[in-house]
C-alpha cells in the first residue's frame, strides 16, 4: 500500500511539473512557428521535428545514462525525468496551439496591429487566448497522453504507479490484480482531467 | 478644395506603388489629406481602393514611393510602425472586435496597453465613447451578442478611444443589412462635422454627397478623378467615371 501511494504521488508530481513546463514552452514555440522572424520559424520547426520524431523512451534514456556523462551539474532522475517530460510534450502542444492559432480570423490580428499593439501584444492578448479556446479539446488528449506517459519514466527508476505492478509481481501478488488497480487509478485521474476539460469548454462556449 | 487650407498634407502618398504578382495594384498614387479633410474613395471592385485605404497604415506594404503621416515616414515593422499605427484609426468591413473581449474590453485594450492609461481612466472614457456612438448599454456583452451595425459603432469607438489623428474606413457599411447602414453613416456624418481626418473607401454615394470634402475615383489601380462631390456626380471629366456612375444610378 505504501509502495502504490508512494507511486501515485510520484505520477502526480511528475505529470504536474511536466505540463506546467510543457504548456510555457510548448506556447513559446508554437508562437515561434508562427513569427514574422524567419530564424525563429526555423528554430521551432526544427524542434518540433527532431524532438516529436524521437520515441519517448529514447528521450528519457537520454537523460537518465547520456545526460550524467556530458560532465553536467547532476540532476536527480525525477528532475531528469520532468524534463524529459516535458521536452517531449512541449513540441504537442506546439502544433496543438499552432493549428488553434490558424482558427483565428486575420482580421483579429490586424485589427489589433491597427490600434497599436506590437506583434508580442498581438499574440498575447488578442491571438493566443482565442487559439488556446478553439483547442482545448486536442490541448487535453496531449495532457492525458502526459499523464499516461509518466509510466514510462518507471524504467528509468522513478519509481511512479508504473512501477508499483513490477514490484507486486515480485512480491508474488498476482500480476492481474496488480495492473487492474493500476489502471483504476488511472482512469479515475483520467476522468479528473476530462471533467477540467468540460469546465473550460463551458467557461468559454460563449466566446464565438 | 473646400476645406481650409491648414498647413501641410497629414496624410500624404508620393508616387506610391504595389504589384501583387504580375497585377499592379497601386499605380503611381499621389495623395495629400489635410487636416480635417473628408476623402472618400469610390471605384469598381479591384480598382485598389481597399489596398490604398489598408496601405496607409502599412496592413499592406508598398513596392515604391512614400507614404507619411504628419510628417512623419511610415517605419518598417516594430515598435515605431507601432506607434504609429496607434495615431491612425482603422475600421473594417467586417468590424473585427476581438471576439474573447467584451464591448468595455474592446474599446479600453488600446488606451491601457499602448498609452498606459488607467484601467479606470479607460474605462470613463470608453463608455462616453460607447455612450455618443448609441452602444453604451452593450458594454458588458461580447461582440458576437451584437448586431452587424452595432459591433461597427463599437469598432468605431474602438479607434476613436487612441484618439487618432486620422481614420481610415475600409467599406465600413459593406458587409450590413440595409437597415444598418444608416445607424454607422450617422456617426461617420457626425464625425465629419465634428473636424475628423477621415480617409473613407465607400460605395455609399449618399455618404460621399453629405460629408466628402473631396471624391477620389480610382480606377485599376490609378487615381483617376480628384474632385469635390459636386462636381463628381453632376460633371464627371473621364469617361471611366460617368461609365461606373451611369451604372449606380440605372438602380
Known amino acids: 500500500m505504501d509502495l502504490f501511494v508512494t507511486g501515485f504521488k510520484n505520477t502526480l508530481i511528475l505529470f504536474f511539473f511536466s505540463a506546467i513546463a510543457a504548456l510555457i ?3 513559446i514555440v508554437g508562437a515561434m512557428r508562427v513569427s514574422p522572424v524567419p530564424a525563429a520559424r526555423a528554430t521551432g520547426t526544427l ?7 524521437t520515441p519517448l523512451t529514447l528521450v528519457l534514456f537520454f537523460f537518465a545514462l547520456g545526460y550524467p556523462k556530458l560532465g553536467l551539474p547532476p540532476i536527480d532522475f525525477i528532475t531528469a525525468a520532468i524534463i524529459g517530460l516535458s521536452l517531449y510534450t512541449a513540441t504537442y502542444i506546439a502544433e496543438t496551439l499552432r493549428s488553434g492559432i490558424n482558427t483565428v480570423p486575420l482580421g483579429q490580428a490586424e485589427a489589433a496591429r491597427a490600434i497599436g499593439l506590437t506583434f508580442g501584444q498581438t499574440l498575447t492578448l488578442v491571438v493566443l487566448p482565442q487559439a488556446f479556446r ?3 479539446p486536442p490541448l487535453f488528449s496531449v495532457l492525458i497522453a502526459l499523464l499516461k506517459n509518466t509510466t514510462v519514466a518507471a524504467g528509468f527508476s522513478v519509481a511512479e504507479a508504473g512501477a508499483i505492478r513490477a514490484n507486486l509481481s515480485e512480491r508474488g501478488e498476482p500480476a492481474l490484480v496488480g495492473l487492474l488497480w493500476v489502471a483504476l487509478v488511472f482512469i479515475v485521474l483520467v476522468a479528473g482531467l476530462s471533467l477540467l476539460q468540460r469546465y473550460f469548454e463551458n467557461k468559454w462556449r460563449v466566446a464565438r | 478644395m473646400t476645406t481650409q487650407a491648414s498647413g501641410d498634407a497629414l496624410v500624404s502618398l508620393n508616387g506610391v506603388n504595389k504589384h501583387y504578382g504580375q497585377l499592379h495594384v497601386l499605380k503611381d498614387i499621389n495623395l495629400q489629406v ?6 472618400v474613395v469610390i471605384g469598381p471592385s479591384g480598382s485598389g481602393k481597399s489596398t490604398l485605404c489598408r496601405a496607409i497604415n502599412r496592413l499592406e506594404t508598398i513596392d515604391a ?3 507619411s503621416i504628419d510628417g512623419k515616414h511610415l517605419p518598417e515593422e516594430g515598435k515605431q510602425l507601432a506607434n504609429l499605427r496607434a495615431d491612425v484609426g482603422m475600421v473594417f468591413q467586417s468590424f473585427n472586435l476581438f471576439a474573447h473581449k467584451t464591448i468595455l474590453e474592446n474599446v479600453t485594450l488600446g488606451p491601457i496597453k499602448v498609452k498606459g492609461v488607467s484601467k479606470a481612466e479607460a474605462e470613463k472614457e470608453a463608455m462616453k465613447l460607447l455612450e455618443r456612438v448609441g452602444v453604451g448599454h452593450q458594454a458588458p456583452k461580447l461582440p458576437a451578442q451584437l448586431s452587424g451595425g452595432q459591433q461597427q459603432r463599437v469598432a468605431i469607438a474602438r479607434a476613436l478611444a ?7 474606413f475600409d467599406e465600413p457599411t459593406s458587409a450590413l443589412d440595409p437597415e444598418m447602414i444608416n445607424e454607422v453613416l450617422d456617426v461617420m456624418v457626425q464625425l465629419a462635422k465634428e473636424g475628423m481626418t477621415m480617409i473613407v473607401v465607400t460605395h455609399e454615394m449618399g455618404f460621399a454627397r453629405k460629408a466628402a470634402d473631396r471624391v477620389v475615383f480610382m480606377a485599376d489601380g490609378q487615381i483617376v478623378e480628384d474632385s469635390t462631390p459636386e462636381e463628381f456626380f453632376t460633371n464627371p471629366q473621364s469617361n471611366r467615371a460617368k461609365d461606373f456612375l451611369s451604372k449606380l444610378l440605372t438602380h
Open chain 2, 34 to 39: 489635410r487636416k480635417g479633410e473628408v476623402v
Open chain 1, 134 to 136: 478553439s483547442v482545448i
Open chain 2, 65 to 67: 514611393g512614400d507614404i
Open chain 1, 47 to 53: 524542434y518540433v521535428n527532431v524532438v516529436r520524431n
Open chain 2, 162 to 168: 487612441m484618439k487618432p489623428k486620422v481614420m481610415l
Open chain 1, 25 to 27: 514552452l510548448g506556447t
